[in-house]
C-alpha cells in the first residue's frame, strides 16, 4: 500500500457541555467545531471527554467524524483521539477508524499528527488506500 501524506492548518471552536470536580479530579465534556485548510478541506464536529488535576497530569478521548475533500477525494471519515500528560511530558495518538470512511476515501487507514506551535494548529495525515 502506497503511503500518502496531506498537510495543512485548522482552527478549533470548543464548546464546554459539562463539568464537575471530583476530589482533586476535573472532569469535562466538550464539542469542538473543526475547520481544515490545506490538503484536506473539510469540516469536523468532535465529542471529547477529558480529566485532569491541578498538578497538569490529565487524559482525554474523543471521536470525530470529518466531511470534505482529502486530495481532491470527497467523502467522510472518523478518528479516535487518546492523549495523556504530565506536567513535562504528554503523549497523543489520532487514528482513522478502518472500515468508518465513506465515498471516495471509503478503504483509507491511517493515523494523524496534531502540531500546535504560536497558537496555529495544523495536522499532518498520514494515509493509505487498502488493495
Do not use: W
Not at 471552536?13 to 476530589?23: F, H, S, T, V
Not at 488535576?53 to 478521548?61: D, I, L
Amino acid at each position: 500500500m502506497e503511503k500518502h501524506i496531506a498537510k495543512g492548518t485548522f482552527e478549533v471552536k470548543m464548546n464546554p457541555q459539562a463539568q464537575e470536580q471530583a476530589g482533586m479530579h476535573t472532569l469535562g465534556r466538550y464539542l469542538l467545531d473543526k475547520q481544515f485548510q490545506g490538503d484536506l478541506e473539510a469540516v469536523s464536529t468532535v465529542e471529547m471527554l477529558a480529566a485532569g488535576t491541578e498538578n497538569g497530569a490529565g487524559a482525554y478521548v474523543a471521536i470525530e467524524r470529518i466531511s470534505g475533500k482529502l486530495a481532491g477525494k470527497e467523502g467522510t471519515f472518523i478518528l479516535t483521539h487518546t492523549g495523556t500528560r504530565t506536567k513535562t511530558s504528554q503523549e497523543l495518538r489520532v487514528a482513522i477508524v478502518p472500515g468508518c470512511c465513506t465515498g471516495e476515501l471509503s478503504g483509507m487507514t491511517g493515523t494523524m499528527e496534531i502540531i500546535i506551535e504560536n497558537k496555529v494548529h495544523s495536522y499532518m495525515l498520514t494515509y493509505q488506500f487498502e488493495d
